[in-house]
């Protein structure tokens, strides 16, 4: 194969990536093979092995291309929490409803992986993104622990369980909105959804003890 420029193949990547997402949207991801998105993509299957070693890399790249900016902005508010970590968490939280609310691809790649995503021993990626979905939670309670800190939860608070109380209320929002993306306007919401479940954690916290 005659080599491409950077360019050239990052377009390449590109192009294979929109096809992925089609494919693995309309027929589910056990069922859509490397073929298929070939073919969806106008490429052979050469042209996808020659940027992805198989279907969970080809999974994994359009993961990361559509989360990467919740992470780097999962980052920035991590280097900034300790002025004021509760919100802090208010606009992560509400960061990432409004984006899968108004972005087309973060919309897709959650309804993917929500619901045309088949669980199975063949899915390696799925233990990827289980460890990146710890990683993610250790980050935000490290902004629960600072809150603690601040005095803005009880010093007894327990962080873990408060962490996986909210990673389980926006991931089941967006797992039903999903569903009916109709039923009300999420971006909209997003605020007021978010504080509801902070005035919450702030009132009664989980504790320790």
Known sequence: M????????????????DAAEREFRQNGVA?????????AAGMTRGAIYWH????????????????LPMQSLLNEIMAASDKDPLDALRQLSVHMLTQVAKNPRQRTVFTIMFHHCEKNDEM??????????????SKVEKILQEA???????????????????????IGLLHEWLIEPTAY???RHAEVMIKIFLAGL????????
Do not use: W
């Open 31 to 39: 069922r859509t093979t490397l073929a298929n998105v070939a073919t």
């Open 124 to 137: 390696a990626f799925l233990a990827n993104e289980m460890e990146k979905r710890g990683e993610c939670l």
């Open 148 to 170: 603690v800190r601040h005095g803005q939860l009880p010093s007894d608070t327990d962080t873990s369980v408060s962490v996986h109380a909210m990673h389980s209320y926006l």
């Open 185 to 187: 306007d999420l971006e």
């Open 202 to 209: 702030v009132a009664n916290p989980p504790r320790k003890n």
């Open 52 to 67: 992805f070693k198989d279907k969970n890399a080809l999974f994994q790249a359009m993961c990361d291309r559509a989360f």
């Open 2 to 17: 005659v080599r491409k420029t950077k360019q050239e193949a990052s377009e390449t990547v590109t192009i294979l990536l």
